[in-house]
């Protein structure tokens, strides 16, 4: 298994809406990515987790919480967002952080709509 | 600050046709490694390509080959025989080599259109 899945694919929520974001990968891989992209832009790195914990905030609102469970699990949690949070929001993993064996890995994105 | 910069916004290629997108990057590094992505509408985010700033061959990968101009600090992708498929929006990136060194800093794009 060579993927990074995503769900959902879409998600429409409200400014009081809590909501989450899932990421699975099932390449043993231990480090693990979350980006935004907005429209026509490259993505922008949100957080880092390498071995399960938490290496890098971008400083990142705290109305986006990131979780990581397991080392295939990384969850986004959304609570209290604004409308230009709306983007596309990646996941990648990479075999690890640094080294050689550092080529990401995306998954498919969720497009996230906030009204 | 590294920064990658792709001066190309969009570009087009006929069918079959070969095409050839450019990138330049700024560092202070010796050590490092360059990636093209490509990103067609469907979002996902492909890597077409991988370079090592320690090797001195470009790398190449089916139809898609690298210039690779260490000096020149310049990265571009040659795409040959192009495909429909081809069509989307690619993405130059570096990352630092080394621990620590998780970070890629992407250029802003170029669209590609395949004609057909």
């Known amino acids: 298994d060579t993927e990074v899945t995503q769900t959902p694919k879409h998600l429409v929520m409200g400014m009081t809406n809590k909501k989450s974001l899932k990421c699975e990968q099932h390449m043993g891989h231990r480090a693990m990515y979350w980006y935004k992209q907005k429209a026509k832009k490259p993505p922008e790195l949100m957080f880092v987790y390498s071995y399960e914990k938490l290496s890098i905030n971008e400083s990142v609102p705290s109305r986006f919480s990131p979780e990581c469970p397991n080392s295939s699990l990384l969850n986004l949690h959304l609570h209290a967002l604004q409308p230009e949070d709306s983007a596309l929001y990646l996941c990648?993993?990479?075999?690890?952080?640094?080294?050689?064996?550092?080529?990401?890995?995306f998954g498919p994105g969720t497009r996230l709509t906030v009204l | 600050a590294q920064t990658v910069t792709q001066s190309q916004p969009e570009m087009s290629v006929q069918e079959a046709e070969t095409v050839t997108l450019s990138c330049t990057y700024d560092?202070?590094?010796?050590?490092?490694?360059l990636f093209w992505y490509k990103q067609p509408p469907s979002r996902q985010m492909i890597l077409v390509i991988r370079q090592e700033a320690y090797k001195q061959q470009n790398a190449t990968e089916n139809r898609f080959s690298v210039n690779f101009q260490k000096a020149a600090k310049s990265f571009s992708l040659k795409i040959s025989d192009s495909q429909l498929g081809d069509a989307a929006m690619y993405f130059c990136a570096y990352r630092e080599f080394g621990a620590g060194s998780y970070q890629l800093t992407f250029g802003k794009g170029t669209k590609l259109s395949v004609i057909p």
């Open positions: 560092t202070s590094e010796s050590d490092y490694y």
């Open positions: 990648a993993s990479s075999q690890d952080a640094s080294g050689t064996n550092n080529e990401q890995f």
